[in-house]
């Protein structure tokens, strides 16, 4: 199989799954019962109006839990690709992921700095 084919097979898909998702947002519009209400465009707790603006609801201290999250996250992401090819590519392999876990280990001493995983 050339890759000029196995690109037109990937174009394809992707074609053919734009074209699922949108048939069915199509069909949802056209089925679901519409019902215009101004009250679901306010931002509401718990079915009261919310006091303060939308933008003041989230204290700015979880910003670090929120970064240390999606580095961690990243790791496991990266993590399984590279355990599949490991035995393929040896030491480098080996010698890439301490790199790259030594990288998220001093975002964490960072944060652990910054006071980030202080218990407030």
């Known amino acids: ?7 037109a097979l990937l174009f394809g898909m992707v074609l053919a799954t734009v074209g699922f998702v949108l048939c069915l947002a199509v069909i949802a519009r056209s089925l679901a ?3 215009e209400e101004g009250a679901k465009d306010v931002p509401a707790a718990s079915g009261e109006l919310s006091p303060e603006p ?6 700015v ?14 790791e496991m992401a990266y993590m399984y690709p ?6 393929e590519l040896g030491l ?16 964490l ?7 980030a995983l202080r218990r407030q």
């Open 61 to 74: 201290r979880y910003y670090g839990y929120a970064l240390l999250f999606l580095a961690f996250d990243m």
């Open 1 to 7: 199989m050339s890759a000029l084919h196995q690109y």
């Open 33 to 35: 019962a519409t019902k």
């Open 82 to 87: 590279w355990a599949v090819v490991y035995r």
């Open 109 to 115: 001493l960072y944060g652990w700095s910054q006071g």
């Open 54 to 59: 939308v933008w003041v609801r989230y204290h």
């Open 92 to 107: 480098v392999a080996l010698l890439e992921m301490g790199v790259f876990l030594a990288i998220l280990f001093l975002g």
